[in-house]
């Protein structure tokens, strides 16, 4: 197979690497900072083949001539990002020895989500020598889904087991020259999730429910790609609804999604990570690329979102509708307070004929956030009777913070219908009253009326899910009114 | 001591003053209906009474079994067991009627120390009292008075007083937009809730609702004040003959 | 440098040496400049333009300027006042005069209008005017290709009102470049109606600013309509500045062959307690480029604010581009905002149903787009002008079957 010549010739190659700086491989952290050598070194720690080194060395390089290239153009203020003062590999971070040394606060929210304790510890990083059940659960359905032939494992081995894979798709749909963040990721990405449905295949379990607990710590630059092949399904869910411990200040992470014919991919994400404290101090700054591409007649893809942590959210998961009668959902709930910053969104890229695609967004800003809807539907000449409805409707609590909406519709085929409505509103004081009245409490109130809102993209995030996101909804509002 | 003690409470709105010392106590297991012309002050005292903002009480005073209710916050005053139904119940888009019956319900069991009603326990309690008022059950699978038609919101609020059993209920104009069979559904609730520890203030412009829910007894709310009392009599009287004596009387 | 101007264009030292002025030191804004990622102007910028040259002879308003009952028509040929053209007998309530242009800093079309703009025509109105005033502006390059800098001035007083209509048409000849700059202030509780008529030759260039106070109680009802040229855009910059301030701005395009036309508004609510409401529509034919970019902005302070937007543009062909952008910037929580935007092309059911009761399929079109432009049409309040606005539609479409 020439495909395991050249796995082999890589092997070799990586063997015979010699290192242009002082750390060897077997420390656990690279020097700060980014350069040439700290890609090999990353390369070189994943024991990557040449092709994949190449790849990064390419991006990497492209990377610096992007010096003035830093987007800029959304709603966000932060200090400029110094990339040469972060680290850019480091080993898993130091777990801590008992429940007893996790903020309490942390601890609280876990029970407020009812996030049972065993999963609770290993989300705040406590170290755990007992395996828990859920995770023999996961080791079972690993199994029986390598049975059925789905691929699911970290990309860095299916680079190795699957190359001609990983060779054809990754970067396919963003491509190393994409942007800032997505070229940084693709020369310093550390790990992330490989997906493989084959033709036919309805992957009968939610991917990675059961597999959140063993795939997470992929650190700060996570790269994931699915590839759905002819007339597959499968519905991936990402993150979790519990915040994450992480200290890291950049994350900026790339997911790639292939819907061959008639396939489908579902693509759930529930974001809370830290979002600083309510002063604006700290948290994540989340700057992801998230692009699937219906290459196929009759694919799907379906974005579903609920952003409610990170100081400063950019992202614009995306489809490509090339397939004729391919289909593109987005569905987002994007909830920022205090001093979080959000500006996030869509495109919805037609290419073909009798491409469909819809667009439910949420904004909730409480404090003195911002929160922006920046979407944008092109139509193509080619896109004969095609259909987009967006819906776009922001809710402002207290009169602090911001709430913007920002679409652009270009369209370029006369059969092609597009829609887009907007509203922006406050709670209302009688909707207030009347839930006060029967004796709610105002933040029950406020949180009853939010999840209302909210509830068009809730109801498609799959159910154990939904309840979860339902209660973060809540949990996120806390202290917006009163 | 009556259950609801309401002393010469004077409010206004936006600086203008509607309710000019209104006195008035309702003992327990009473009804007691309040009728007057548009615009006298109806809809303002029984807002005043739940606690709504925008209302300043400027003087007076109103207790509930002797608690000062003024002091509480709306909230609290709901689950203290004051009950407004109100004359044009808002939509609450995305919030199905049971899960807000579900956190309403909850709120005041919380309160009450006592423990939250499981999902089972309060499907079954949902389906026996919609049963009771000739509801369809599905009602409450739909967001909450969306797309009700005025009937069905009035029904609604009956469902709610029945399942938070309230000290107190106050009905705003409860009959306005009802037809006559709607208003007797409507009533067959209220009358159904009538206790010996259970009181009612009945607002209402006509003296039709008072055929169903009869009262024991009539007040005449003109110019912010009381103007008469009376027994269910007094109703009928006033359907009779208007109210101009009273404004008259009262200008 | 930055890349996002274009700073080689006609109207630096040589232009101003034409004139015997100061030349303007700006650049015109390039395609990575946010406000203009629609409307390109680098094929503008490559053409030679001059001042208009003195020897252009017009003695008379083009025939097909409508003529509004009862109103006082002020003409401006190459943006300079002709008296001999205009009527006289404004009535009370308003004056006419040429007055300064002041030097304000704004876009860099206003800042090349203020460089090179001869003198405003300006309107100063004291009480509610009797009659309506009509300014027509003419271009006329004759054989050269020629840029003109027209500059309206408005000041209407507290508790006065006016209603304006402005014509902007061309000559045959060279191509123009018309860069209008009308700024109007509406006082307290005054009210101002303007309805605007863009018709200017297909090859001409119309780049127009429009830039409006409203000030509390003040009201301010403005209809756009673009029918013509090879390039126009129509900036409308609306700001409320007192409380209870309302505003009505509308428009409608028509575009065929290889017009491009751009509407680009800013409603701005500085104050509590005011509304505007923008409608807006469109219809694209040949390989024409239509835009709509609107924003409407609250203030922290705007609350009670009431803002409606929407645009809806229609395909008549394949062949032409849409692209728009309706944008919502809010501060306020008290707030009522919304925005709405559709683009498609005329229902087949529709067609088929007048077809059916034996209307021919070109009469039944244009039944139709004439039913869709009506929408924005029938906002103007004014109902001569209402009327002579349908009738310019009326005759694009015609121009449209005579193709």
């Known amino acids: 197979m ?16 010699k290192y242009g700086f002082v750390t060897d491989i077997e420390s656990d952290m690279a020097p700060k900072g980014l350069s040439e050598d700290i890609v090999r070194f990353i390369s070189a720690k994943k024991g990557e083949p040449e092709w994949m080194l190449e790849w990064r060395l390419k991006a990497y390089r492209y990377w610096l001539t992007l010096a003035d290239e830093e987007p800029t153009w959304a709603k966000l203020i932060y200090p400029k990002i110094d990339y040469q003062a972060s680290y850019y590999y480091a080993a898993p971070k130091q777990k801590l020895a008992s429940m007893d040394e996790v903020d309490p606060k942390l601890l609280e929210t876990y029970k407020k989500l009812g996030i049972p304790l065993a999963e609770q510890a290993i989300l705040a990083g406590v170290a755990v020598d007992a395996v828990f059940d859920s995770v023999s659960v996961a080791t079972t359905y690993k199994k029986k889904l390598e049975e059925m032939g789905v691929i699911f494992k970290p990309i860095s081995e299916a680079v190795h087991s699957h190359p001609e894979l990983v060779k054809k798709y990754l970067g396919s749909v963003v491509p190393y020259t994409d942007n800032f963040y997505a070229t940084l990721n693709c020369a310093v990405f550390t790990d992330g999730s490989f997906v493989y449905i084959p033709k036919g295949l309805r992957c009968p379990m939610e991917l990675s429910t059961y597999f959140r607990i063993n795939e997470k710590n992929t650190g700060q630059f996570e790269r994931t790609l699915i590839v759905a092949d002819e007339g597959s399904y499968v519905s991936y869910l990402e993150g979790c609804t519990a915040p994450q411990r992480d200290e890291n200040q950049l994350h900026a992470a790339v997911v790639e999604l292939i819907a061959l014919d008639d396939a489908e991919i579902k693509y759930s994400t529930v974001q809370n990570w830290y979002p600083g404290d309510a002063d604006g101090r700290g948290g994540i700054y989340n700057f992801v690329t998230k692009r699937g591409a219906c290459r196929g007649k009759n694919s799907k893809i379906m974005w579903t979102q609920v952003e409610t942590g990170s100081a400063i959210t950019w992202k614009y998961p995306s489809c490509i509708l090339q397939g004729d009668n391919s289909v593109g959902e987005f569905y987002s709930v994007a909830i920022t307070n205090n001093r979080q910053q959000a500006d996030t969104g869509t495109k919805m890229i037609h290419l073909g004929a009798n491409t469909r695609s819809k667009i439910i967004s949420k904004g909730i800003s409480a404090g003195h956030a911002d929160n922006t809807y920046r979407g944008l539907v092109r139509i193509g000449a080619k896109a004969d009777k095609s259909r987009n409805y967006t819906q776009c409707d922001s809710l402002l609590i207290g009169d602090k913070c911001g709430a913007h909406t920002v679409p652009y519709i270009e369209s370029r085929n006369p059969s092609a219908v597009t829609e887009h409505e907007a509203t922006t509103s406050k709670i209302s004081d009688d909707q207030l009253f009347y839930c006060l009245q029967r004796g709610m409490t105002q933040e029950e109130a406020v949180s009853l009326i939010v999840n209302g809102f909210c509830k068009e993209v809730l109801q498609t995030l799959p159910m154990e899910f939904a309840v979860e996101a339902q209660k973060l909804v809540s949990i996120s509002l806390e202290g917006s009114v009163g | 001591m009556a259950l609801l003690e309401i002393k010469n409470l004077h409010a206004s709105v936006a600086g203008k003053e509607i309710l000019k010392g209104v006195t008035l106590a309702l003992e327990p297991g009473e009804v007691h209906a309040i009728m ?44 203290a067991g004051i009950f407004l139904a109100f004359q044009y119940p808002v939509e609450i888009p995305g919030v199905t009627t049971s899960a807000f019956l579900k956190t309403a319900l909850n709120a005041k069991r919380r309160a009450a120390g006592e423990k939250e009603i499981d999902a089972m326990e309060f499907m079954k309690l949902v389906k026996k009292k919609t049963e009771a008022l000739g509801m369809p059950y599905d009602m409450i699978k739909r967001a909450l008075n969306v797309g009700f038609s005025g009937g069905e919101k009035k029904r609604a609020e009956v469902l709610q007083m029945t399942m938070l059993e309230p000290r107190v209920a106050i009905l705003d104009e409860t009959d306005s937009g009802l037809d006559i069979d709607a208003l007797r559904v409507v009533s067959d609730g209220v009358n159904s809730l009538r206790a010996p520890d259970r009181a009612f203030l009945v607002i209402t412009h006509y003296q039709r609702l008072l055929d169903y829910i009869v009262p024991d007894h009539v007040h005449v709310l003109a110019n912010g004040r009381i103007a008469a009392s009376g027994g269910k009599e007094l109703a009928l009287e006033l359907e009779a003959e208007g109210y101009a004596k009273y404004l008259n009387a009262a200008a | 440098m930055k890349p996002s101007l274009i700073t080689d264009h006609p109207f630096g030292e040589a232009y101003a040496k034409h004139l015997g002025v100061a030349p303007w030191r700006g650049d015109l804004p390039g395609p990575k400049v946010e406000e203009w990622r629609f409307t390109p102007l680098r094929s503008l910028a490559k053409i030679a333009f001059a001042p208009a040259s003195e020897d252009v002879d017009v003695d008379a308003i083009p025939r097909n300027v409508p003529r509004i009952p009862g109103a006082v028509r002020l003409v401006l040929v190459n943006g300079v006042y002709r008296q001999d053209l205009s009527g006289t007998g404004l009535g009370k309530g308003v004056e006419v005069f040429q007055g300064k242009v002041a030097a304000k800093q704004g876009s860099s079309l206003v800042a090349l209008n203020a460089a090179y703009a001869p003198a405003s025509l300006a309107l100063h109105v004291t009480a509610a ?69 863009v018709d200017e030759d297909s090859e001409a260039f119309h780049l127009a600013t429009s830039l409006v106070t409203v000030a509390g109680g003040g009201n301010y009802e403005a209809f756009h309509l673009g029918l013509g040229g090879a390039l126009t855009r129509q900036e409308i910059r609306i700001a409320l500045t007192g409380e209870n301030a309302n505003v009505r701005l509308n428009g409608a395009y028509a575009l065929r062959g290889a017009s491009h036309h751009d509407f680009t508004t800013v409603m701005d609510h500085a104050m509590p307690h005011c509304t505007s409401s923008q409608v807006f529509k469109g219809v694209v034919d040949g390989e024409s480029h239509g835009v709509y970019q609107g924003r409407i902005h609250v203030a922290r302070l705007a609350q009670k604010t009431d803002a409606r937007q929407e645009h809806k543009a229609l395909f008549l062909s ?38 059916s009761r034996g209307i021919d399929p070109e009469t039944a079109r244009a039944l139709l787009v004439e039913g869709f432009l009506a929408d924005a049409v029938n906002e103007i309040s004014v109902e001569a002008v209402r009327d002579q606005f349908v009738a310019d539609i009326g005759n694009w479409l015609k121009r449209r079957g005579a193709q």
């Open chain 3, 318 to 355: 394949r062949g032409p581009a849409i692209d728009c952008k309706p944008e919502l910037e809010i501060y306020a929580d008290d707030v009522q905002c919304a925005h709405g935007a559709a683009t498609g092309e005329i229902d087949e059911n529709h067609m088929f149903y007048l077809e």
């Open chain 1, 2 to 17: 020439a495909a395991n010549q050249e796995t082999a010739a890589a092997v070799k190659n990586v063997e015979q690497y």
């Open chain 2, 36 to 79: 007057g012309p548009n615009g006298t002050g109806k809809s303002t005292l029984s807002n005043v009474i739940a606690g709504r903002e925008g209302y300043e009480v400027t003087k007076g005073q109103v207790l509930l079994d002797g608690e000062d209710v003024l002091a509480m916050a709306a909230d609290e005053r709901a689950r």
């Open chain 3, 129 to 197: 005017a009797k009659k309506v005033i009509h300014i027509i502006s003419i271009g006329a390059a004759g054989s050269q290709p020629t840029a003109f800098h027209p500059r309206i001035n408005v000041t209407a007083e507290p508790g006065s009102a006016i209603t304006l209509v402005e014509s902007h048409v061309g000559l045959p000849g060279e191509t123009y470049f018309s860069n209008p700059v009308a700024t109007i202030a509406v006082g307290e509780g005054a009210s101002v109606r303007r309805y605007v008529s």
